[in-house]
């Protein structure tokens, strides 16, 4: 038996408890894993408030992500002892996923822990850093480079925009950090931001166009602010977008992209490519600096998850949420 978070569906709704899980209640895979570490992302926050339409079937063990060591396979490709991580593929929302002791997945929904990551510091940048890393792949095959100009960030206090934030800087981006939090601008100046922008001016319809000011965008907001940062960049410019904390909605024009040649890249975790996986956690591994992991990063016990998935909804986490299932694996 191990401990894990179970998401139930009653007559009442859905509720989530931590619980005692046996092994053989796993679903089906080819590699059963001693999770040592799982995250808290917005996913997985929608997913046990149960307020978005996340999981696919109940009971679920929610958790998109997780580090951990192997501990049996039928996988040619992982034996027993192997560390690996696991982002995304439906975990958490149609599989059961990381916020629990084991969880048993598809080998090849897994990628071999990146050097020099230990399980920990992988979770420290979890599925909300890897999309981070992909935002950033996304800008440069666009063609936005340092020289281009400012890039803006928006939601930086959040998982996504803070490891967005590091990334860039680190690169020699001069980055923007757009906050709904201003008393979080000493935290996002240490990641490397060079200027700090509320998002007052833009959470109500703007115009089509705006003065050009950015080279570039990483967005997690959606809704009006993604339409007003569309408005505002340069001509050929692109906008990396990954999220939707402030709406699902668009309300734009196609005036920034028939007027300017904006390029908007949509950029998705879940379902990406194997090989475009290992890229993103190879560049993690070259361009995030180690240091500034425990500066974005608190711990939240499996108990504690449940209650923190409420503030994180809420805007009030900052950062990254590390959740520490078997620690002692790591
Ligand atoms: P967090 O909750 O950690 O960060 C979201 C941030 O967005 C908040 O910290 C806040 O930033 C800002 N925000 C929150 N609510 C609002 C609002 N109503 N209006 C405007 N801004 C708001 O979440 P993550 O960083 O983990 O995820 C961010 C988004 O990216 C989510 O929508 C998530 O689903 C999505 N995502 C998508 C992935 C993909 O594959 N496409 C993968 C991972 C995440 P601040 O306080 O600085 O204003």
Redesign the pocket.
């Known amino acids: 038996m191990f401990k894990g978070i179970l998401i139930e569906k009653g007559d009442a709704g859905q509720s989530a408890t931590l619980t005692e899980i046996g092994e053989d209640a796993l679903m089906e895979g080819d590699v059963t894993v001693d999770v040592a570490f799982s995250t808290l ?3 997985d ?2 997913a046990i408030t149960g307020k978005g339409p996340i999981v696919r079937r109940f009971p679920m063990v929610p958790g998109i992500d997780f580090a951990g060591i192997v501990s049996a396979s039928d996988n040619p490709e992982y034996a027993v002892g192997d560390r690996v991580v696991l982002n ?1 593929w439906g975990v958490g929302e149609g599989h059961w996923g990381g916020l629990a002791g084991k969880a048993r997945v598809r080998g090849d929904w897994l990628v071999p822990l990146q050097a020099p990551f230990s399980l920990r510091e992988a979770m420290a940048i979890g ?2 850093g890897y ?1 981070a890393m ?1 935002c950033v792949i996304a800008l440069e095959k666009n063609g936005v480079t340092p020289d281009k100009g400012e890039i803006l960030v ?9 490891v967005a934030v590091a990334l860039l800087a680190k690169l020699g981006f001069q980055v923007v ?5 201003p008393e ?1 601008a000493t935290y996002l100046k240490g990641l490397g931001a060079q200027e700090i922008i509320g ?1 007052e001016g833009f ?1 109500s319809p703007g115009r089509p166009l705006a003065k050009e000011r950015w080279a570039g965008a990483v967005d ?4 009006h ?1 993604l339409a007003n940062v569309l408005a505002g960049v340069k001509r050929s410019g692109a906008v990396a977008a ?6 699902m909605d668009l309300p734009t024009t196609v005036a920034p992209f028939i007027l300017r040649g904006v390029t908007l890249a949509g ?4 379902m ?1 490519p194997r090989e475009e996986r290992l890229e993103a956690w190879r560049r993690l591994a070259s361009d995030l600096d180690p240091g500034l992991l425990a500066e974005l990063t608190q711990e939240v016990s499996l108990d504690g998850a449940i209650e923190a998935a409420g503030e ?2 809420a ?1 009030q ?4 949420i590390v959740v520490p299932v078997n620690p002692e694996l790591g």
């Open positions: 992302n917005y996913k926050a929608l995304g599925t909300a999309t992909l928006t939601g930086a206090a959040g998982g996504v925009g803070s950090a757009m906050t709904g939090r979080e998002r959470t997690v907001v959606g809704g602010v990954c999220g939707l904390a402030g709406g950029v998705d975790s879940v990406c994180l909804i805007g986490i900052r950062g990254r």
